[in-house]
């Protein structure tokens, strides 16, 4: 299990919000230009990044409420799914593999259902956006 301080020094609370606490689009600059296309649109990361702060329950309990909430809606589900990768790299990089590990088996979990479950344009759309 991940030391919760080891964790807060790379994501506290205050850190979280003020890097993700918006969605506006003016105010959420993307790191990545390239990338602009897939900025996210919802607020996934920021809703994780909070859970990151509280340990892994907390993490395992905002995937399974995002995760029913979302699988209805392609585009969303595909925002999760992209946001759970990105957290499993983001730990994996700062050597919190606890939580890397959480995240990998939660990518994966999104991914097969969105590879099982989507069809037709959603399909696409989920494939594109995850290349």
């Not at 205050?14 to 607020?43: H, I, L, V």
């Not at 340990?55 to 409420?65: C, L, R, S, V, W």
């Not at 259902?113 to 959603?122: I, V």
């Amino acid at each position: 299990m991940a030391l919760l301080n080891e964790v807060r020094v790379h994501m506290n609370l205050n850190k979280a919000t003020r890097m993700y606490g918006t969605t506006d689009k003016q105010k959420f600059p993307c790191c990545y230009p390239e990338y602009e296309e897939k900025r996210p649109d919802s607020t996934f990361y920021a809703d994780f990044s909070v859970a990151d702060v509280f340990g892994e329950k907390a993490i395992q309990d905002t995937f399974n409420q995002c995760f029913n909430e979302w699988k209805g809606n392609y585009e969303m589900f595909t925002e999760l799914t992209m946001v759970l990768n990105h957290k499993l790299w983001y730990w994996h990089e700062c050597g919190i593999e606890d939580y890397a590990t959480l995240y990998d088996k939660l990518w994966k979990q999104a991914d097969a259902w969105g590879n099982e479950n989507l069809k037709g344009e959603a399909l696409e759309h989920f494939c594109h956006v995850l290349d």
